[in-house]
């Protein structure tokens, strides 16, 4: 059975950092491409983050530069989103996406969890 499961969301003030995790199971983790997405109410969902299958190269959305950095532990099938200097524009529902580095059909999406950035 396939899971993704995040952690870490909550309510942070502005200026605050967060770490959000997503542990795996039920699949390769090491074929997948692991990325970070957020959805706020009322906008369509958005990619925050991503990492490749081998840890090797990152990217990231423009909103998230300098702020943000993903990792992962593919020995523990853990993707991490560390979020820094989060603004009250961050505040969204983050979900953990595991896309299949050949197959880009083949994809999994985490539950999400909430980020409220707010004083």
């Known amino acids: 059975q396939v899971r993704l499961v995040e952690s870490g969301g909550g309510l942070v003030q502005p200026g605050g950092s967060l770490r959000l995790s997503c542990t795996a199971s039920g699949f390769t983790f090491s074929n997948y491409v692991m990325s970070w997405y957020r959805q706020a109410p009322g906008k369509e969902r958005e990619l925050v983050a991503v990492?490749?299958?081998?840890?090797?190269?990152?990217n990231y959305a423009d909103s998230a530069k300098g702020r943000f950095t993903i990792s992962r532990d593919n020995a523990k099938n853990a993707v991490n989103l560390q979020m820094n200097s989060l603004k009250p524009e961050d505040t969204a529902v983050y979900y953990c996406?595991?896309?299949?580095?050949?197959?880009?059909?083949?994809?999994?999406w985490g539950q999400g969890t909430q980020v409220t950035v707010s004083s």
């Open positions: 996406n595991a896309r299949h580095v050949r197959i880009s059909n083949n994809e999994y």
């Open positions: 990492i490749a299958h081998t840890g090797g190269m990152t």
